[in-house]
């Protein structure tokens, strides 16, 4: 059975689940968006599996999160209900996740920029004091492993492909680069479960990302943008619920079948 | 589904007509098919995990292979159908620790793969330190060898097969196109 979680900071776990699971959730139906218009169907394939592996990463963290609020004398609530019944507002991915399909190149940066963090975290999470973060961090880490490669390598095909792809690859990489400050922001909740031994200490992997993001640029012979106005510590965004406009558009699509006809089962 | 990371279980009773439950049971399972790659069994794939008998009920341990794989639902409900045959009472607990890896895979179920045309994954290498590495294009990549006519001329065609758990090849020998079993 499962391990129960320490019966302490549970307001604050559950909200850090669902930056988790949502993360997950919202990147996996923009990648789904791609089904049947991919570039080739080899990357039709590629985008929904990636999405497919977030989806059921998202799963797992919704469902822990539904545990942790009933045990907290909530009513308990689904993955689905999680998923489908809850506002923008109450959502807490990174703004990153949510920004528009583009074109190929904006999908392959928004994945590569947010892959190469979420490998690093994961990893951080396989640490954790909660086992059942831990757990669920040791299985998608090996799964997001192979989607970071399969990113970056793009991330070259395109930058250092034809001066069309190149001009596509460098326009995604300055256009995105505002919203990965809010990949190492901590705010109070986070703070709080870091000190825990819970939570993963996003700031603290800031710079390995830099540069682990840099190589793979240079590689790509697309230019690092210069720091401009970033999402960051000192500002709030998708992590408390202050989301851009496409997320609202988004969730209008996603949650539409289940809240016009609430019993729909297939 | 009961979902945990490990079973608190009684030590079984050693009886023999309980060994021979015990023995039925896995014998049924390993006649399960895993619904993506019916030539090898769930089993051989290193997805049931443990038997055991707790109480009056016998607790067959599942673990997931990718966290979406759409045939983790199937194959529950294809354990069940195929215990219910034996008629005890049987509970399936998925375990999602230690994580499933292609590691487990046994070594008839690997030779089964190549069988069926599929290269067998290779040992997991990738082991978290490299997390920490930067992926460059230039990176080595394993060698994969042509399940049909055993070349190493092969090239990666995409990263994504017809399944989550697999990767598209050529073979530059032979000119066969081939699905190999992603190492995980």
Known sequence: MTASPPATLDAERFDYLLRLADNGLVLAQRLGEWVGKGPVLEEDIASTNVGLDLLGQARLWLAYAGDVEAANGSPARSEDDLAYFRDSADFRNLLLVEQPNGNYADTIARQFLFDQWHVLLLGQLTLSRDDRIAAIAAKAVKEVRYHVERSADWVVRLGDGTPTSHSRMQAAIDGLWMYTGEMFSVDATERTLIDAGIAADAAALQQTWQSLVRTVLDEASIVVPADPFMQGSRSRGGKQGLHTEHLSRMLAEMQVLPRSYPDARW | ?184
């Open chain 2, 1 to 184: 589904m009961v979902t945990g990371i490990a079973t608190n279980r009684l030590p079984a009773r050693n009886d023999a007509a309980e060994s021979a439950i015990l023995a039925a049971i896995w014998r049924a399972l390993a006649d399960v098919a895993d619904p993506e790659l019916p030539t090898v069994s769930i089993v051989e794939l290193g997805i049931v995990r443990d038997v055991a008998r707790v109480g009056d009920e016998w607790i067959v341990t599942v673990t997931p292979t990718y966290s979406g794989c759409p045939a983790t639902r199937i194959i529950e409900s294809d354990i069940r159908t195929t215990l219910a045959a034996i008629g005890e009472n049987v509970r399936i607990v998925t375990a999602l620790a230690p994580a499933w890896t292609t590691d487990w895979i046994a070594p008839e179920g690997r030779q089964k793969l190549r069988d069926a045309g599929i290269a067998p994954p290779h040992p997991v290498t990738r082991e978290g330190w490299l997390d920490s590495q930067p992926i460059t294009f230039a990176r080595s990549r394993p060698a994969v060898r042509c399940p049909n006519c055993g070349s190493l001329k092969t090239a990666e065609l995409a990263r994504f097969g017809s399944t989550p758990c697999k990767a598209q090849y050529r073979c530059g020998e032979c000119l066969e196109p081939f699905d190999l079993f992603k190492a995980h």
